[in-house]
């Protein structure tokens, strides 16, 4: 069964880093882009960044020049290193696949990033 696992969630400080990863299982294969979307409460789940298969990453403006999503291929993971956070980008963060001949997407469980004093 196909499976993301995510980590590297937690509390965090305003002005400070945390680096999230997310493996697919080998049962995922034929990646095509990798994502990462939050989810604040009370609002819908959003884009926060994406890599494709070769490399082209996409960025909404309120998180560029603060975070970098990169992919390891051979480890079929991904991450996303967030930087100078805002306690506005406190969210479940979600990582999120597109594989396969079909082009299926699959979603991690999400982790909690919570940023605050």
């Known amino acids: 069964q196909e499976q993301l696992v995510e980590s590297g969630g937690g509390w965090v400080q305003p002005g400070g880093s945390l680096r999230l990863s997310c493996a697919a299982s080998?049962?995922?294969?034929?990646?095509?882009?990798m994502g990462w979307y939050r989810q604040a409460p009370g609002k819908q789940r959003e884009l926060v960044a994406e890599?494709?298969?070769?490399?082209?990453?996409n960025y909404p403006d309120s998180v560029k020049g603060r975070f970098t999503i990169s992919r390891d291929n051979a480890k079929n993971t991904v991450y996303l290193q967030m930087n100078s956070l805002k306690p506005e980008d406190t969210a479940v963060y979600y990582c999120?696949?597109?594989?396969?001949?079909?082009?299926?997407?699959?979603w991690g469980q999400g982790t909690q990033v919570i940023v605050s004093s």
């Open positions: 999120n696949v597109i594989w396969g001949i079909f082009r299926r997407s699959s």
């Open positions: 080998e049962s995922i294969f034929s990646i095509y882009a």
């Open positions: 890599i494709s298969n070769g490399g082209s990453t």
